[in-house]
Nanobody, 125 residues
C-alpha cells in the first residue's frame, strides 16, 4: 500500500510558475513509476506527465510539452512537476499516481494503482 500526498498548488498569474510535489509513504518510491494527471471543472481527467523509476523514460501530454517537467527524488520519496509558462487552461486539480510496473511511463490512468487526493492549481489572467 502506498499513500500519496500532493502539495504546491495555488493561485498564479498566467505566465507564472509553480512546482508541485508528491510525497509517498508506505513503500519506497523507487518501486513505482509515477504520473501526474489533472481534472478541470466539467472535464474528464487527463494525463499530464509520467516518469519511470530510474528517470530513463518520461512522457508528456502535447498540451504541456516544453512547459512542464516531471522529475523524482527517490531518496526523498518525492516526485515533482515543474510547471512554467502557465496558461488559463492549466487550471485544474492535479493528482499524482503510482504505477507498480515501475519500468514504464504510461499515460493510461487505468494502469495506475494508487492515487493522491489532489492539489488545486488556479491560473488567473
Amino acid at each position: 500500500q502506498v499513500q500519496l500526498v500532493e502539495s504546491g498548488g495555488g493561485l498564479v498569474q498566467a505566465g507564472g510558475s509553480l512546482r508541485l510535489s508528491c510525497v509517498a509513504s508506505g513503500r519506497t518510491l523507487n518501486a513505482y513509476a509515477m504520473g501526474w494527471f489533472r481534472q478541470a471543472p466539467g472535464k474528464e481527467r487527463e494525463f499530464v506527465a509520467a516518469i519511470n523509476w530510474r528517470e530513463t523514460s518520461t512522457s508528456y501530454a502535447d498540451s504541456v510539452k516544453g512547459r512542464f517537467t516531471i522529475s523524482r527524488d527517490n531518496a526523498k520519496n518525492t516526485v515533482y512537476l515543474q510547471m512554467n509558462s502557465l496558461k488559463l487552461e492549466d487550471t485544474a486539480i492535479y493528482y499524482c499516481a503510482a504505477d507498480a510496473s515501475y519500468y514504464r511511463s504510461t499515460s493510461s490512468a487505468e494502469l495506475y494503482d494508487y492515487w493522491g487526493q489532489g492539489t488545486q492549481v488556479t491560473v488567473s489572467s
